[in-house]
Each structure stands twice: as structure tokens, then as C-alpha cells.
């Protein structure tokens, strides 16, 4: 049987709107429009998805916002996980804006390997954190579904991990709050080499 991973981008946030750095402390969750979407989404996916299926989160306020309803769909119980996490900032960024953050705290020469702002994670750590976790739920629930509520890195990773792209892409995503982006797969994902895995979806 297939394993099939559902990626979902969290709903609008209150700290995408103010555009400030939306850490664990000053993270609050959904606006108003984003919980309409995580509605929206819970009952597409509860429409679509065979049960059971699993359903996990990054920790932050605004991905555990969007899993719940999807959770109560699928009759799961949603499980936290900071693997799926966007990047993990210096506690000093949290609740500042991002323009200020990225500006007061520039690294010369920040790239791929070297994180662009002081106290930042790197692209590499990023995805190497990230692919851990998805790999891990890909092998927790072989033959079966997951859907995993996170962020726009969180399914930026997942084209690294399971489609091979480097780490320095020829080209960037742009992640739509509440959208779907799915992989399956027939291999088994506890193999080496890696399965070979498909895209079904992106962005939907």
C-alpha cells in the first residue's frame, strides 16, 4: 500500500498580518480569516481522506490552530512536533518585526550553510530538522496516511527530502496559506536507497 503525506501550510496568521516574527512566546494563532480556512480545509480533507489518518503539527499557536479541526475530522488525535517547525529564532526576534529582526541582526554573507541572521538556523539546519521529522512520521505510518500541518518551510523541506532537490534550488515556492501539497509513494520509506517519491499535488 501507498504512503501518502499531506502537507498543510497553517491558516492566515495574526503575526503574517502584523509582520512581526511569530515565535513560540508572541505567536497568536489564526485571524479570523484563518480560522474560516482551517474550517474549510478540515472538512475538504475529512471529504477526501480515507480514515484512519494520522495528523501532526509544528508546535507554534497558528499550525496547532489550523490541525485541530482537521484533527476532529479524521477522528485523530493531533501530536505537536517542532520538527515541523518554521525556523527556530533567537528568543530576542520573537514579536519583533521581521523587517527590524532581519536588518538589526544580518550576517554578511549569510547563505545556504550560514544562517542570514545572528541566532538563526541555516537553510541546511532547517531541512536537515524538518527532513528528520518527515521521515520519521513517512516510516511511523508506512502503508497509511498522515497529514502534517506546518509551515511554508515545512513544505519548502519536504521538496528536499523527498524529491532530492539541492539545498540551493534553481527556483522558489510560494506557499499558500491553508494549501495542500501531497506526496505518496509505493516504495517503502525505511529503505536505502530512498523510495522514490511522487508529487500528487502542490498548492491546492
Do not use: K
Not at 26 to 32: A, D, P, Q, V, W
Not at 51 to 65: D, G, M, Q
Request: aromatic share 6%.
Amino acid at each position: 500500500m501507498a504512503t501518502r503525506l499531506v502537507l498543510v501550510r497553517h491558516g492566515e496568521s495574526v503575526h503574517s498580518a502584523e509582520g512581526v516574527v511569530g515565535g513560540p512566546r508572541s505567536c497568536r494563532g489564526l485571524t479570523e480569516l484563518g480560522h474560516d480556512q482551517a474550517a474549510a480545509l478540515a472538512a475538504r480533507l475529512g471529504a477526501e481522506l480515507a480514515v484512519p489518518a494520522a495528523v501532526y503539527s509544528s508546535t507554534l499557536r497558528r499550525a496547532t490552530e489550523t490541525a485541530r479541526p482537521i484533527a476532529v475530522a479524521l477522528g485523530a488525535a493531533p501530536v505537536e512536533d517542532c520538527g515541523l517547525c518554521t525556523w527556530h529564532t533567537p528568543a530576542v526576534a520573537d514579536g519583533m518585526p521581521t523587517a527590524g529582526f532581519q536588518a538589526a541582526h544580518a550576517v554578511p554573507g549569510g547563505g545556504v550553510f550560514q544562517p542570514f541572521e545572528a541566532g538563526n538556523e541555516s537553510w541546511a539546519e532547517l531541512v536537515v530538522r524538518v527532513g528528520r521529522a518527515i521521515t520519521a512520521i513517512a516510516q511511523r505510518h508506512a502503508g497509511g496516511t498522515a497529514v502534517l500541518v506546518g509551515h511554508s518551510e515545512t513544505v519548502e523541506a519536504s521538496f528536499h527530502v523527498l524529491a532530492g532537490q539541492p539545498l540551493y534550488r534553481a527556483f522558489d515556492l510560494e506557499v499558500a496559506p491553508a494549501s495542500i501539497t501531497e506526496w505518496f509513494t509505493d516504495g517503502d520509506p525505511s529503505a536505502w536507497p530512498p523510495a522514490r517519491w511522487t508529487l500528487r499535488r502542490f498548492n491546492a
